[in-house]
């Protein structure tokens, strides 16, 4: 019963804007980023994708998200800077943000997009979209 599951994989980034970049491994194996700086023609350039992108080749543009897990080393900013219109389609968000980003900077952000019950514990952060009461009015 229900829809079938797929898994659709993409190599890149994820960014704010489309491009680039590379893998900066100066933090140690557990805590790679990315660096947009260096030459696009070297092989190990990696493509740097839009969530919005990614969403409409998954054919996922305006289906309702679940749940969206991030773990993007130091992008956070850049991903949910704004409360991006892409946010309104997901249900909960559980990110690990990294200095100098915040919880409380990610709560602001996502705050443009809707209210949220918010739980944080160190550096990570649940967010569950707040459903209208249905008995209100």
């Keep these: 019963p229900g829809a079938p599951a797929s898994l659709t994989l993409f190599k890149c980034f994820v960014g704010d804007a489309a491009g680039v970049a590379h893998v900066d491994r100066a933090f140690g194996t557990w805590a790679y980023r990315m660096a947009r700086d260096g030459d ?7 493509a740097v994708r839009t969530l919005p992108e990614i969403l409409a080749e998954a054919q ?49 952000h996502v705050s443009a997009a809707g209210h949220w019950d918010v739980t944080v514990d160190g550096s990570l952060v649940l967010l569950v979209r707040r459903q209208p009461d249905s008995r209100a009015g």
């Design 40 to 46: 696009p023609a070297d092989s190990r350039a990696v």
């Design 60 to 108: 996922l543009d305006g289906v309702p998200i679940d749940l969206l897990k991030c773990d993007i080393e130091g992008a956070e900013a850049d991903l949910f800077r704004g409360g991006p219109p892409w946010l309104r389609q997901v249900r909960a968000v559980l990110a690990e943000v990294h200095h100098p980003y915040t919880p409380e900077a990610l709560v602001a």
